[in-house]
C-alpha cells in the first residue's frame, strides 16, 4: 500500500489543555480513525502549549552569566537567560543565536520559540516528550484498540542548508531507527556504520504538511508506513548519539 498522509487541523489554544482530548477531537472532525501500524506525529509546540510551556520573557531576571551570552551573542539578556535554564550544554554560535543541546537535541536557542505565540512570550520544548510519547500511545491503543507509534516532532534547520525540515525529539511504539549494518548496497559492499533515521525521517514527512506559520495543522497521521511498531520503551539512547562521535560537533572542533 503507498505511504499515505493525513493532515489533522485544529483550532487555537491559548491556555492550558489535555492533549489527549484535543487529538481525539480533532481527529473525529477530520473524520479519521486511528488504525493498527498508523504514526501519529505530533508537533513539540503544540504539547509544550498543553503542558503550559509559555513563558512571558519580561519576567525573566538575567543572571551575571547570561548577562555576558547577552553581550557576546549581541541578544537580549532576559532570552540569554531563558536559554540558560533549558540548556545541557552550550557549544557557541553567532549574533542572535547560540548554539545549545537540550534534552539531547542540537539547536539554536535550546529550542524556544516566539512563533505561533503571543506577544512578549516564548514557548519552550515540552516537559519529558518520552513520557509524554509513551501515554499517548497507550490511551490510543484503550480508545481505538489500535496500536499506533506516536512521534513529537519540532523543525529544525539543517547544517549548510536552507529551510526547516522535521527532526522527532522523542517517539513511542515504533522502533525509531533500522540498522542497516552488515546488509550490502546496489554494488555488494557491505554497509558499515549506515543506520535508518526511521523516526526523523517520518517527521520530516509530517512537517511538510503541518507548516511553519498560520496552517493550524499540529498533527499527521501518516498510514501505511511500514514503521515497525513496538511495545519497549523509547529511550533517548535509541535517537541520539554523544557529541563524542558526532562528526559534526567533532569536525568543527578540529582546526586545520
Same mark, same amino acid.
Given at each position: ?146 496500536? /499506533?507509534? %506516536?512521534?513529537?516532532? !519540532?523543525? +529544525? #534547520? ?9 527532526? =522527532? @525529539? *522523542? ?48 498533527? /499527521?497521521? %501518516?498510514?501505511?508506513? !511500514?514503521? +515497525? #511498531? ?9 535517537? =541520539? @548519539? *554523544? ?14
Amino acid at each position: 500500500m503507498p505511504l499515505t498522509v493525513l493532515p489533522i487541523k485544529s483550532t487555537l489554544k491559548k491556555e492550558q489543555f489535555d492533549l489527549f482530548e484535543s487529538l481525539v477531537i480533532d481527529l473525529d472532525n477530520a473524520s479519521i480513525v486511528p488504525v493498527n501500524g498508523d504514526v501519529i506525529v505530533i508537533s513539540s509546540k503544540y504539547v509544550a502549549n498543553s503542558q503550559g510551556r509559555i513563558l512571558e520573557y519580561d519576567k525573566v531576571v538575567p543572571s551575571f552569566d547570561a548577562e555576558k551570552i547577552s553581550k557576546r551573542f549581541h541578544m537580549k539578556s532576559k532570552i540569554a537567560e531563558i536559554i540558560l535554564r533549558e540548556s545541557d550544554t552550550i557549544f557557541g554560535g553567532i549574533p542572535g543565536f547560540v548554539i545549545t543541546s537540550s534534552d539531547n537535541i542540537m539547536a539554536p536557542n535550546a529550542g524556544i520559540d516566539k512563533s505561533n505565540t503571543q506577544s512578549g512570550t516564548v514557548v519552550l520544548y515540552p516537559n519529558e516528550p518520552y513520557l509524554i510519547a509513551e501515554h499517548l500511545r497507550r490511551k490510543f491503543l484503550l480508545k481505538y484498540n489500535a496500536h /499506533v507509534g %506516536i512521534i513529537i516532532t !519540532d523543525s +529544525r #534547520l539543517m547544517p549548510g542548508r536552507v529551510g526547516t525540515v522535521g527532526v =522527532a @525529539i *522523542s517517539c513511542s511504539g515504533i522502533e525509531p531507527t533500522s540498522d542497516l549494518r552488515g546488509e550490502k548496497d546496489l554494488y555488494g559492499n557491505s554497509l558499515k556504520v549506515t543506520f535508518q533515521a526511521i523516526a526523523d525521517d517520518l517527521a520530516s514527512i509530517a512537517n511538510l504538511k503541518m507548516g511553519e506559520g498560520s496552517d493550524a495543522t499540529p498533527c /499527521v497521521l %501518516i498510514r501505511d508506513s !511500514d514503521a +515497525r #511498531l513496538t511495545d519497549r520503551k523509547i529511550r533517548e539512547s535509541d535517537m =541520539a @548519539i *554523544s557529541y563524542e562521535q558526532c562528526v559534526y560537533v567533532r569536525g568543527l572542533g578540529t582546526r586545520i
